[in-house]
């Protein structure tokens, strides 16, 4: 099974072609990771991020005027209104804060909850603990339901196999080399449910991945991919579950004019950039 069949499989976080952006006019023996030219489009595109940077401003500053919390809105209002006709706006209710094995839980139940389960979930299957086998049992003993969790522990056992290890740059038993640092890491851009009904629900959760070894000689640099989850949760013992988890490619952007960074700035940033609690 090669690397692209196994990552289709919709086991764990990232799929899809990647591609590496090497300098312009600049041959082997170079860092892989590379640096290239800014285009002539910098200048609008800093307009825009500025522009950008002012609506999220104001954005928290109405959340933060807004206050509350309790049950009301944990629950996503007492009215029972929806976030509104823009699937991707926020509801303003509050993150959860339980956890379960370092993974959000205590969600809602509600569609607003089941998407924030679902997108808390994501991130957690496209870690890189699902790499080691106990920190792998463990993910999916928290964010799985009950009846789901011995079939996906079969499956993923095999999947995460020495050959796959290899294919992503890692030593037989899924530890990363020395000297350099491993990154897998699922960031959902967006999501929606496509089914609800009491106690069940199907969410979609559009994300971004990143696989890859970091380091000045990895034959095997981080890059992207874009990738859409789909999970099927049931309440099970006052929380969200998933009963199963899927994916496919895509939607993917078209690649932006940044240039690439150099390996010591993505370990860096793999480093010391921490995750989030999502929240809809």
């Not at 595109?45 to 509350?68: C, D, E, K, M």
């Not at 009846?147 to 740059?169: I, R």
């Not at 994300?207 to 859409?228: D, I, N, Q, R, Y």
Request: aromatic share 8%; charged share 20%.
């Amino acid at each position: 099974m090669s690397l692209d069949d196994e990552r289709n499989d919709g086991l764990y976080g990232g799929s899809g072609e990647t591609r590496t952006r090497l300098p312009e006019g600049e041959g082997g023996g170079q860092d892989v990771y590379g640096g290239g030219r800014r285009s002539s489009r910098s200048s609008s595109r800093s307009l825009v991020t500025v522009v950008g940077v002012v609506v999220v401003l104001i954005a928290a500053i109405a959340f933060a005027n807004r206050g509350g919390g309790g049950e009301e809105s944990a629950g996503g209002g007492g009215d029972g209104k929806k976030a509104g006709a823009d699937p991707t706006a926020a509801s303003g209710a509050r993150p959860v804060d339980g956890k379960t094995s370092g993974i959000a839980s205590g969600f809602a139940k509600s569609e607003q909850g089941a998407q924030s389960a679902a997108a808390n979930y994501a991130v957690a299957l496209g870690s890189a603990d699902m790499f080691n086998k106990a920190k792998r049992d463990s993910v999916l003993q928290a964010v799985m339901a009950p009846s789901s969790v011995n079939q996906f522990k079969t499956e993923l056992d095999k999947a995460y196999s020495v050959g796959f290890f290899k294919n992503v740059g890692l030593n037989q038993d899924g530890s990363t080399p020395k000297g350099y640092q491993f990154v897998s890491r699922t960031s959902p851009i967006g999501t929606k449910v496509t089914n609800y009904a009491p106690g069940k629900a199907t969410v979609e959760v559009w994300c971004s991945g990143l696989l890859g070894l970091a380091g000045e000689k990895s034959t095997k640099p981080v890059t992207s991919s874009w990738f859409t989850i789909t999970m099927k949760l049931e309440w099970v013992g006052g929380d969200w579950k998933a009963a199963t988890h899927s994916q496919k490619d895509g939607p993917a952007p078209v690649p932006g004019d940044e240039r690439a960074s150099g390996s010591d700035e993505i370990s860096k940033a793999a480093e010391g950039y921490g995750g989030f609690t999502y929240a809809r």
